[in-house]
């Protein structure tokens, strides 16, 4: 890949944005090594890095090459997306604040969790800063079959909880663990954190509401490092 941007970077600079697609274009190999090393690093099933719902199958570049054309084989600038978030949705969008900085979450970097609150309740993301309320926009994550895919979710996610407390009291390792992988491979990861990370919050039994019950589950340190290696 440094050999590819060594390339972009000896055209002239009015050329490169040119220069880089096609090189994107024609490095099939490339973007099959990406594409698997991106989906080993995924959680669940090979999910999209925004939306954390349908199988990531492009690799997005978050600075968009038609921006930063040496950036097309920079490593850390590739993500996995499914095709709704990376083609109807972000596109060429990169929206930068009044300093010229990125206003969208950068996940190999920020913890999205810094910008961003989900309410468990509705299953809806509210913005917490300026970063969260343009990646929230850009990438659509209020949209509906997202706020119904974490709901079930969540539903997934507690059913589980209850299940890996009892058959711990029966010393089932198995169902144990039966418990534990369905908690991270169902999609949405992000339900299963913010449960993790609200259980410890004042008034938890506030946004827990009737399913308070999985709070003393959910601050566990053993089911914790579990999810959490
Ligand atoms: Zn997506």
Known sequence: MSELTTRISAVRPADRVASARALWR???AVKGMLREALATMAPGVQR?????DSLGADI???DPLSRTPLRTFDWPNHLLACSVCNSHHKRNLFPLDERGKPLLIDPTV?????????SLSVGEYRALTPKGIATVTVFGLNRPL????????RRVVVASLRNWAAARAAANDVDMDEAILTIREQPFADVGHAMLRQSSVPRAEVVFGRDQDVLPILRDP???SRLIP
């Open 222 to 224: 053993d089911l914790r």
């Open 26 to 28: 024609t490095n099939s």
């Open 146 to 153: 997202l706020v119904r895919g974490r709901q079930q979710a």
């Open 60 to 62: 997005d570049h978050f």
């Open 110 to 118: 920020e913890d999205p969790f810094d910008h961003l609150m989900l």
């Open 48 to 52: 999209c890095m925004y939306c954390g």
